[in-house]
């Protein structure tokens, strides 16, 4: 495919391009056309880039190196390029850019300065793995990894116990048996999870299981765990109630404490209430205790 075959690009324009999570036939058309017609393509790992362009047939690119550890460094760079007139691409190594890759900075950039950014949508594992898991999909919220330190991610899965959105999370081979037992603790046994591992590649296996069974499952296996993993999880069913305010109580306690404007200031946040409200009540139940002296 030549340059000249295809519709040129708006100049001094980002490309956010997505691009395959695995099987080399879901990059689209579209995206195809923008890789090959760019000026200059940012991307995640440059020799993985590289491989798919070569599949491509994009000829003889210019590529950009822009990851984790130097992208705020190379951001200015990027776009001086975008200001004087170069169209970019910018790809990560699987999927769509900045959902768990980098590219938030350079994007952010873009749009302060009021450059064009245009998105290419295609792949994206956290719809992939949704799509299949035959979990609720109308309302999700997406978690990305979980701290690789074993109490900031149970103080973190601890705040979730009361989301009624389905979660999606990223995970590595090497944490995802503790991080389904962790799930399994904190969430319960038996909430379901769908355990979707290296979507739309050769090896790709969805299983789906109440967490406690699945994290079993998982920990008899003799080969160790490989690939790329995506966990959903369905959400609590019926969310705890929170128990509710005695305000009568709260006012007595904190207007034993504190002065009447400070105690009512507190009691407003706490309850939701108004200030003036709770300020008048406290002032009530100081002039009657007053009387009953």
Known sequence: MSKASIPSLQPGTLYVVATPIGNLGDISARATQVLHNADVIVAEDTRHTLGLLNHLGVEAPRLISLHEHNEARQVPRVIALLQSGVCLALVSDAGTPMISDPGYRLVNKAKTLDLPVIAVPGPSAVTAALSISGLPTDRFVFEGFLSARTEARRTRLRSLTSETRTLVFFESPKRVQD??????????????????????????????????????????????????????????????????????????????????????????????????????RILTAADRAATDL
Do not use: M, W
Request: proline residues 7%; charged residues 30%.
């Open 179 to 280: 991080t389904l037992t962790d799930i399994a603790n904190i969430f319960g046994e038996d909430r379901l999870v769908a355990f979707c591992r290296e979507l739309t590649k050769h090896f790709e296996s969805v299983q789906r299981a109440p967490v406690g069974e699945l994290a079993a499952r998982l920990r008899e296996l003799p080969e160790k765990i490989k690939g790329e993993i995506v966990l959903v999880v369905r959400g609590v069913e019926t969310p705890p109630s929170a128990k509710p305010i005695d305000e009568s109580l709260l006012i007595e306690l904190l207007a034993g404490v504190l002065p009447p404007r400070k105690a009512s200031e507190i009691a407003a946040r706490l309850t939701g209430g108004r200030k003036n409200d709770f300020y008048k």
